[in-house]
């Protein structure tokens, strides 16, 4: 599942609260990376099973966030 967004900066606020919350620092790890759309204007985040948010959740990204691997 993931967490879509057209403010990036409420995926970036999502990863940095499950990366406060799990004990991840910028040396170990972080929880996900943002997938940006091509479009440039949606993006994307793992949703993490023991955190929620107030964002569109979708089950799966479809075949248009990566048309590189097509």
Known sequence: MYYTSTN???LVAYNEAVN????????TTEWA????HPNGKDFAILKHPSYEAELT?????GDDW???SL
Not at 33 to 36: K, L, N, P
Not at 57 to 61: N, R
């Open 20 to 27: 406060t919350g799990e004990g991840y620092t910028e040396t």
């Open 66 to 68: 990566f048309p590189d």
């Open 33 to 36: 990376e943002i997938i940006e």
């Open 8 to 10: 990036r900066e409420e």
């Open 57 to 61: 959740l979708a089950e799966s990204l």
